[in-house]
């Protein structure tokens, strides 16, 4: 008799498929490959594994989740790590919760094994000081029968007078803290003043520092850049996977929920407001000593209690949610309107038009985002199309605007967005690249995470293979091959592959396999199930799931695809502009510092360049909104750039489809390469549309 | 080999190879030496598409061959359609065909097209981003036997079903065909369409599909 099995996706990673009714969910996540913390061996007793069960229907995957799909809650086991608060939402322990029906499980960060490695680190650039927040400390008199004004009258006409301060307006919440703050340390206060405007936060005594936080909402990963307001200092940086993945990979996908799903936009909504409030508690946490639950005595009954375990020569800030004064949010539109609950369907359609493209400052409160009551979040405005604020950082740490030369400015995401232009004129355009650039819809794509191929190099002449992988310092060729432990292959590695399977002749410039030149190569082969060709990259000896590391056929062409799409919008943008070539060619996304420049160029990712003018700018985007939190000068820029970039909308151009047809080659179609002789083979470089032929060797 | 199964090969192969030149080149020859021209488009033109189709699929070829092929097999057309004669009897068959609005993709819609041109029949291609109302001003215009809608993106693709009980409402005799990448079986049946056009999750395999399908309808296989 056949085994029943039942249906069982894991979000964020995206794997999923049929397992045994009846096992656990650690279980399931080793058959599917999705790595769960489960420290103690699935005895129960480590508390590592707590996962959430998602319920209702989820149209993306076509199944029904229901925290009834697994067998009941163990009060005497699970009690102990989740509390009720959480239970109700649907955590479980993946070690005690057998699946008996399809369900779709969120792997929360801290459960998961191999920890992201957080690659939208903040980058050095220079930028004013001139914060939205500014602190200022006043002394006043105390009341007496001579001055008996009121607090707030007092503490304004004393404001004016030491600050020049005036027209100064005061929050409710705040107010409501004023009497209190005023009579705590001796009518010493230090007032936190919003734009030299709104007074949102008083504190008793002297206080010299504040802080805010940086926020960047990716379609797929989100991260947070917490920041010293009064010394410009990046005290922390946090990321996550967009909660909202669970509803569909891309913007349109998202933006379909809604559209389909009652109560799917309020859905999304609370979801990344949710996990904004964790990003935020993520990194203040970094602020405070790490703690340790405290062993209880046999039969001792109580709540848990944490003890702090200080570290010698450690300054801790222990930075509280109430000092997060100010919080600065960068986006794309479709990004930008769920999260404010704006609409989003006529963003979704043609000619795309956003609910509105001025920045705004809206009550932290009013969206439920927990810091400091009276503050606001300033939500960077959006250009055009699903160019939004997002690309706004981007003009915003990359100043084209002020330079002479003109820069190609390439965002890759599950959206690319692009910028071309100098101080005299700018263009921007976004293509749907799609997730394959980020890992996702390959056969063995992942994120970037320990045992994740990060780098390949294809010999040209063997067809061999040497790569790294993330959490192992040594290349392959100088590594035993069980120490490599590779589980799939991350961003960077994607960029690299397909410029070196081109380089080493493993793939015509059309992007097929080279059946001809491969003939017998024992890393190419046919795959017995699905018939496709694909090439192994890693064997299965050098891999910690059991499993030859492969790129298929079918990953080729998804590569192509966003390739050319983001070459093919280049090329249009350039012709708007009426050049031939570019200066500079600046790579910004979540692997913009660990992409190779050469390798980009190799595989076509955009016009000719000379190789030293190819500079990675990494996440510039979250450096943008890190601009516009610490200088308040960059968010009348950002207002200024959203309405004086100008928006080109790529596919009404009249040869969009033949200049997208011609960029999916490598490197391209018909396109010169002139700064990539020598660096790739000349027979390769030249070869027709059948393939590249090896020059015969004269004896 | 006969000359007439020769022409038919050197037709197909140069679509399958695109080769523009060949294929302009094989189209007259199958005119000078006779070769009824709806044979040379049907079993030479047509079959070297349905051969790509089945190389898109196996990803040997991918868009931009599978445009070039389209190419290729215009430059045959071209040549041979004029001397296409039709029985004044059966009058001749039309499709209304457009992205609809919103929708600004229309790479797969071009491939469908490409179809019906090959058959024969009167095409008006409304273009992209087609206002729902002109579809329906348009079917009704022409009296059009089959509309096609594309659509490529699932924001759009909810306007397809306004069309369909436009059109049904008013002209209930119209054949209607959706396609596009968000567009499956279920959804068609929902929206109250007449046919769909099976994709591979992409337009490109869809529309060559579409064409061997045809290739059958012509042979009378099905009705």
Redesign the interface.
């Known amino acids: 008799m056949a085994q029943e099995t039942v249906n069982v996706i894991f979000q964020p990673s995206g794997r999923r498929g049929e397992v045994p009714k009846g096992c656990n969910i650690i279980e399931a996540s080793r058959l599917l490959g999705c790595d769960i913390e489960a420290l103690c061996g699935e005895t129960k007793v480590c508390g590592k594994c707590i996962v959430r069960i998602e319920d209702g229907h989820f149209e993306k995957y076509n199944i029904q989740s229901s925290m009834d799909h697994v067998t009941p809650w163990q009060e005497e086991v699970e009690a102990k790590f989740i509390n009720p608060e959480n239970r109700e939402k649907g955590f479980r322990l993946g070690c005690v919760a057998k699946i008996e029906d399809d369900i779709l499980v969120f792997v929360p960060e801290e459960s998961r094994a191999g920890k992201q490695v957080v690659s939208k680190a903040a980058r050095d650039i220079h930028i004013d000081f001139n914060p939205t927040i500014k602190l200022y400390t006043i002394e006043l008199k105390k009341p007496d029968f001579e001055d008996k004004t009121g607090d707030w009258e007092r503490m304004t006409n004393g404001l004016a007078r030491e600050y020049g301060l005036t027209d100064l307006t005061i929050d409710i919440m705040t107010l409501r803290t004023l009497p209190g703050a005023l009579r705590a340390k001796n009518w010493t206060v230090t007032v936190s003043v919003w734009n030299d405007k709104e007074v949102i936060r008083i504190q008793p005594g002297k206080v010299t520092h504040t802080y805010g936080i940086a926020i960047d909402v990716g379609t797929t990963t989100c991260a947070g850049y917490l920041c010293d307001l009064t010394t410009m200092e990046v005290i922390g940086t946090s990321s996550m996977m967009n909660p909202q993945c669970k509803y569909g990979e891309d913007v349109?996908?998202r933006?379909?929920f809604h559209?389909t799903t009652p109560g799917g936009l309020k859905r999304m909504s609370d979801d990344i407001i949710e996990g904004i409030n964790s990003l935020i508690d993520k990194a203040i946490t970094l602020t405070h000593p790490k703690k340790k639950k405290i062993k209880k005595k046999k039969g001792e009954e109580g709540p848990v209690e944490y003890k702090e375990i200080i570290e010698e020569g450690v300054e801790y800030l222990r930075i509280n949610k109430e000092d997060i004064e100010d919080v600065t949010i960068g986006f794309n539109t479709a990004m930008h309107h769920i999260l404010l609950g704006l609409d989003p369907?006529p963003v979704?359609?043609?000619p795309f038009p956003p609910v509105i493209h001025h920045s705004l400052d809206i009550k932290a409160r009013d969206l439920g985002i927990d810091i400091n009551a009276s503050s606001y979040i300033f939500a960077m405005p959006n250009e055009a199309g699903f160019v939004g604020g997002d690309n706004v950082g981007v003009l915003l740490a990359e100043e084209p605007y002020k330079s002479d030369e003109i820069q190609l400015i390439i965002d890759i995401g599950t959206n690319g967005e692009l910028i071309l232009g100098n101080r005299h004129k700018l263009y921007s355009s976004s293509c749907a690249t799609g997730p394959a650039m980020e890992g996702a819809q390959l056969a063995f794509g992942m994120r970037a995470a320990p045992g994740a191929i990060e780098r390949i190099e294809i010999d040209p002449d063997t067809q061999d293979v040497d790569y790294r992988v993330i959490g192992h310092d040594k290349s392959r060729k100088f590594s035993k091959p069980e120490e490599m432990k590779v589980k799939g292959i991350c961003g960077s590695g994607i960029l690299d592959v397909l410029a070196e399977l081109y380089r080493a002749s493993v793939i015509t410039k059309?992007?097929?396999f080279n059946k001809k030149f491969l003939k017998d190569n024992p890393r190419f082969r046919k795959n017995a199930d699905t018939?496709?060709?694909e090439f192994i990259l890693a064997y299965k000896e050098d891999s910690s799931i059991g499993k030859d590391i492969v790129i298929?056929?079918?990953d080729?062409?998804q590569i192509?695809?966003a390739k050319g799409a983001l070459y093919a919008g280049c090329k249009l943008m350039m012709k708007r502009m009426g050049i031939e070539k570019v200066d500079t060619v600046k790579i910004a996304g979540a692997f913009g510092t660990h992409v190779d420049r050469e390798k980009a160029l190799v595989m076509g990712l955009f016009p000719d360049c000379e190789i030293e003018n190819i500079h990675g700018v990494g996440n510039a985007a979250g450096d943008g909104c890190r601009a516009a939190l610490l200088n308040k000068k960059k968010r009348d820029e950002a207002n200024w750039c959203a309405r004086n970039v100008q928006y080109l909308?790529l596919?009404?151009e009249p040869t969009f489809?033949k200049d997208?047809?011609?960029a999916?080659?490598m490197p391209h179609?018909t396109d010169k390469f002139p700064h990539l002789e020598g660096v790739v083979p000349d027979h390769v470089l030249n070869q027709g549309p059948k393939g590249p032929v090896k020059p015969e060797v004269k004896s | 080999m006969s000359n007439q199964e020769e022409i038919l090969a050197a037709l197909k192969e140069a679509v399958v190879e695109y080769e523009e030149d060949d294929c302009a080149e094989a189209a007259q020859r199958a005119l000078d030496e006779g070769v009824d021209p709806m044979i040379a488009v049907m079993d030479g033109l047509a079959a070297g598409m349905e051969e790509v189709g089945v190389l898109f699929d196996?990803?040997?070829?991918?868009?931009?061959?599978v445009?070039m092929c389209a190419d290729a097999l215009y430059k045959g057309l071209d040549i041979l359609r004029p001397h296409i004669t039709l029985d004044d009897d059966s009058p001749k068959a039309s499709v209304v065909i457009g992205s609809i609005?919103?929708?600004?993709?229309?790479?797969g819609k071009?491939l469908v097209k490409m179809m019906f041109d090959v058959a024969g029949w009167d095409v008006h291609d409304l273009g992209?981003?087609v206002p729902l109302e002109s579809f329906v001003e348009k079917q009704l215009d022409v009296n059009s036997d089959v509309l096609a809608m594309s659509a490529m993106?699932?924001?759009?693709?909810?306007g397809m079903k306004k069309v369909i009980a436009m059109v049904k409402e008013k002209n209930p005799e119209c054949l209607i065909m959706l396609g596009g990448a968000?567009v499956t079986r279920d959804v068609a049946n929902l929206f109250g369409a007449d046919g769909y056009a099976e994709s591979a999750g992409n337009a490109v395999s869809e529309g060559i599909k579409m064409i061997g399908r045809l290739r059958e309808f012509q042979k009378g296989d099905i009705k």
Not at chain 2, 101 to 107: A, E, F, Y
């Open positions: 349109m996908a933006i379909t559209m369907e979704g359609l043609a059309t992007g097929v018939g496709q060709p298929t056929q079918k080729v062409r192509q695809l909308e596919t009404v489809e997208f047809m011609e999916m080659q179609m | 196996t990803n040997e070829y991918f868009v931009p061959e445009l609005q919103g929708d600004v993709h229309d790479i071009n992209r981003d993106m699932t924001t759009t693709m909810m968000p």
